[in-house]
């Protein structure tokens, strides 16, 4: 290859990686091509969605035949069930004070339940599903092998004995028919649902004990932070005799539980459809599909074998729940369950976090909470309330942690003085032992600050679990807070700004802002009365003040009574201090730190591993050194002329 081929493939190169350079998109561009992508993702899931919810009635397909040929058709096909496949859809509504739900006579199942005492972000009625977006079916398959789903039969709505009782019988002759019994209970949210076999024997497969349940339904958007409420839409279920489980919020999810399920809950942030079975759902096949834009956020989907007796001595039993997830509510559901069978601890619904986190919400947090709105009724009133008591309580972990500090303060201008004892590399574990027998002598420990804090830890990790998950703050206003639960716009745009509008959001919370500039204000403050002499990793400074603006992208979506809680205990916090460190004589406690050093020291077990471990690594440094040494001696010499 000679020079001016190697000339010319230069040149292509350059013009080519110039016309890329020149012709990439904006900014502009690939935001609106990653609205392009997901309106078509979008358009692809609701079509699949609705593909599998809604499989063409057979009794629709054969509309243009006539009557007598249809007729034909459908015997030939689906036997004595033919004649159920087609009807008049009529809606009956069971209704109490806190819920109505409406059943339809096509399918016979539930098509929407509405709560009477909640309304979603624009006011309008709460919704938990509709009968175009939700769907429940049964399988039933024939003594000829054929397979006849619930859904395209039509019911007769049958009036019980008083006016929250109906049942959808698919009466198929004199003597055979299939019921759906439904019994709405009175100021509850529960609505029992049994299906039961009448003579039916020789018309169904005479080896069915079971039935392919289908129940699927997607979610509404039910609150003003689309992105925020996303994040606690979920699948759950409960396995006998095993904790609840969940699938993923984000993603295509498609889970097979092994063992047979107690119940299935469709769970949005503040509310819940759930279906327990009596005997269990079987093989059950679970999925759970986001949607990318739109009123609705996920598309869930169950399939299992449910229990069926052919005979009619025993119906197939199954309770609805269309609740608010409001943690004593479904924690008394447990107490309504029969003896020997397994709670149904519907309260893991409510996401109060794992482990002791949890237990904090449960047995201190929650009790606390409720207790005090049994008096306040100003929400913003109550977290501050809730705030000072917290505060009060974590008083002594805060002000052992404030000595130890102070401790190390105090005896700062003798670490300043150990430094310039030891000012080169090489004595860093000479300066490190004697800083820390210094500490020692003293009666001061750099992790005793520490020890506090994390002790307080497990109270602020289940406050920002119980905060977003309150719905008792649900469209509660304080000050310019229009709705606690969520987020508290000052400003607000429409434009969709790269990176920004993705990560940040189109608004700026104003709780969120006093937050971050409190615990800007609180940072600068406290690293200067932390300040112990000792040289810090570089860039750790600037880390600690990137932290809060770190929060402030996070927390812009979140709930504005967890931020503003934050704020207020930031504020205490900053108080607690200036009142320590005006209260206590620090000259006294440099006087006690003096005196304990003259004290007779018996060095704890930690203490002399920690000093035979520093002379071993001092030990090993000085034989790295001489090492050296003698390798760079021996490299002069051979470079000296012979």
């Known amino acids: 290859m000679n020079k001016n081929t190697i000339i010319g493939f230069v040149l292509i190169g350059i013009v080519l990686f110039g016309f890329s350079w020149l012709n990439r998109p904006t900014p502009e561009q690939l935001e609106a091509q990653r609205r392009y992508q997901d309106s078509i993702a979008q358009v692809e899931l609701e079509a699949q969605a609705e593909l599998e919810r809604k499989k063409a009635n057979p009794a629709d397909a054969m509309a243009g035949l006539p009557d007598s040929v249809r007729m034909a058709q459908l015997q030939n096909s689906f036997g004595v069930f033919a004649t159920k ?25 539930v098509v929407s339940a509405i709560l009477k005492e909640y309304d979603n972000y624009k006011g309008d009625p709460l919704v938990l599903f509709t009968e175009e977006k939700s769907a429940f079916d049964l399988a039933l398959v024939t003594a000829a092998n054929q397979v006849v789903n619930t859904k395209n039969l039509f019911f007769s709505p049958i009036k019980g004995a008083d006016s929250n009782t109906l049942t959808m019988r698919l009466q198929l002759d004199e003597n055979r028919s299939l019921d759906f019994n439904y019994h709405l209970s009175a100021d509850d949210y529960k609505l029992s649902f049994s299906i039961k076999a009448n003579g039916l024997n020789g018309l169904l497969a005479p080896n069915v004990n079971t039935l392919s349940m289908t129940w699927e339904q997607d979610i509404l958007q039910q609150e003003k932070g689309r992105k925020f409420e996303d994040r606690y839409v979920e699948l759950h279920y409960k396995e006998w005799g095993d904790a609840t489980d969940y699938l993923s919020a984000s993603g295509n999810v498609e889970k097979h539980p092994k063992e047979t399920l107690q119940w299935i809950g469709y769970k949005d942030m503040y509310f819940s459809t759930v279906l327990v079975a009596k005997d269990g759902f079987k093989e059950a096949q679970l999925t759970s599909k986001p949607y990318a834009s739109g009123e609705y956020l996920k598309y869930f989907k169950t399939i299992a074998a449910v229990d069926f007796d052919l005979q009619g001595t025993k119906a197939t039993e199954f309770e609805y729940y269309f609740v608010p997830n409001r943690y004593e509510l479904l924690n008394d559901y447990n107490n309504q369950v029969a003896d020997g069978e397994d709670e149904l601890n519907l309260e893991k619904l409510v996401p109060l976090g794992w482990g002791i986190f949890r237990w904090v919400n449960q047995y201190f947090i929650i009790p606390l909470f409720d207790f005090l709105g049994k008096f306040i009724s100003n929400y913003g009133l109550l977290i501050f309330l809730m705030t000072v008591i917290i ?17 190390m303060r105090v005896l700062r201008p003798q670490v300043e003085a150990i430094n310039a004892k030891y000012p080169n590399k090489e004595q860093a574990m000479d300066k490190q032992r004697e800083i820390m027998e210094l500490y020692s002598r003293a009666g001061a420990s750099p992790m005793s600050g520490c020890v506090p804090m994390l002790l307080q830890m497990p109270i602020l990790i289940a406050l920002f679990m119980f905060f977003p998950s309150a719905i008792e703050l649900r469209h509660q206003s304080f000050l310019w807070a229009q709705d606690l639960s969520t987020y508290d716009a000052i400003i607000s745009w429409k434009t969709q700004i790269p990176l920004i509008s993705t990560y940040f959001g189109n608004h700026i919370s104003l709780f969120c802002l006093l937050m971050t500039v409190t615990n800007i204000a609180y940072t600068k403050f406290n690293m200067e009365m932390t300040n112990t002499g000792q040289q810090q990793m570089p860039g750790m400074k600037a880390m600690m003040y990137m ?66 471990a520093q002379k071993m690594q001092q030990e090993q440094l000085k034989r790295q050194q001489e090492q050296l040494k003698h390798q760079r001696e021996e490299r002069q010499n051979k470079k000296r002329p012979q």
């Open 85 to 109: 496949m087609e009807g008049k859809e009529e809606l009956v509504t069971l209704e109490n004070e806190k819920v109505a739900v409406a059943l339809s006579t096509k399918g016979g199942r």
């Open 547 to 612: 932290m809060p603006l770190m929060f402030l992208f996070i927390f812009n979506s979140y709930a504005s009574g967890l931020t503003y809680y934050y704020f207020i205990s930031t504020l205490i916090t900053i108080a607690q201090t200036l009142f320590f460190r005006y209260t206590i004589d620090e000259e006294k406690l440099l006087a006690k730190l003096e005196a304990n050093k003259r004290k007779p020291m018996k060095k704890s077990g930690f203490m002399k591993r920690l000093e035979e």
């Open 391 to 407: 505060k009060t309580i974590l008083f002594p972990l805060t002000y052992k942690s404030y000595i130890s500090s102070a401790k």
